[in-house]
């Protein structure tokens, strides 16, 4: 469903899988808008997002649209918005951010106040509309505009609905940052096998489709996590000696506590940008 003209503000790997997925969707491109400083990048982006208008100006997109994406650093973001502000308190878009660390209240005030803000966490295999999303909204979004949002997003994979930003500090350690966390069990599952005598290309063969299959088995079984480790760790066998061996270490523990981690960084970093925005 078409939602009238899209501006994205930033013209990085995000914005292009985010349009990308809208036009593979059927959304007019010539109601994606992007604005983007680089002139290299604004080529590149017009060969990839064939029929999207690419503009150099952030005001000259956002003053069309109906819907505007921050697709900025985070650090930079308070600087885009607030030369932004006189724009959209006149044409009173629907303001999506995908900046992690941000607060949504600092940036609709960033921007002059009582405005719709969504507040999205994506996570980088939206790269290949395999992502999914933690999306929170304000309360002067409506629920036209909060569909619009989640229809938006969810070109590039599911969208998760959650109730509160503090749960979206939760989203960015979990699938903000989870990718990370599949790739250090990848690498080391991998160097283990190598040590053991295996070629790199066999253990990462093995490793990666081990990882595809027990997601499936995971996502299609609608059994629990104890219930297929149970199924494959048979008393006595090799499954049983390897999680005998990690449950008398401290191994959740400690994975338990980089998540706590991951989060708390998320705080700090939305507190950063509060405090830096009031200079």
Not at 61 to 73: D, M, T
Not at 74 to 80: F, G, Y
Not at 133 to 140: F, T, V, Y
Not at 213 to 226: K, N, P, R, Y
């Amino acid at each position: 469903m078409d939602y009238g003209k899209v501006a994205y503000i930033g013209g990085g790997n995000m914005t292009r899988a985010l349009a990308g997925g809208m036009l593979s969707a059927g959304y007019e491109p010539s109601h994606i808008l992007i604005s983007e400083p680089l002139a290299e990048h604004r080529e590149r982006l017009a060969k990839d997002l064939p029929g999207a208008e690419i503009r150099e100006s952030n005001e000259a997109v956002v003053r069309e649209a109906e819907c505007i994406v921050l697709a900025v650093k985070p650090q930079i973001l308070c600087d885009v918005c607030k030369p932004l502000a006189p724009i959209v308190q006149a044409t009173r878009p629907l303001v999506i951010s995908i900046a992690a660390g941000v607060r949504g209240g600092d940036i609709e005030n960033w921007l002059g106040g009582k405005l719709p803000v969504v507040r999205v966490m994506p996570n980088q295999p939206a790269l290949l509309r395999l992502g999914i999303s933690g999306l929170c909204a304000n309360e002067h979004t409506s629920e036209y505009q909060l569909r619009a949002a989640t229809n938006i997003i969810s070109t590039t994979g599911p969208v998760v609905k959650v109730a509160t930003e503090d749960d979206i500090d939760t989203v960015t350690a979990i699938s903000g940052t989870g990718p990370a966390y599949f790739y250090l069990l990848v690498d080391m599952l991998v160097k283990a096998a190598v040590d053991l005598g295996l070629s790199y290309d066999d253990a990462l063969a093995l490793v990666l489709e081990t990882a595809r299959g027990a997601g499936e088995m995971a996502e299609q079984s609608g059994e629990t996590m104890d219930a297929l480790i149970a199924r494959v760790r048979s008393p006595g066998g090799t499954t049983a000696a390897a999680f005998d061996y990690l449950d008398g270490t401290s191994f959740r523990d400690i994975f338990s506590a980089a998540v706590v981690a991951a989060r708390d960084r998320a705080v700090d970093l939305a507190n950063q940008a509060h405090e830096s925005g009031k200079e």
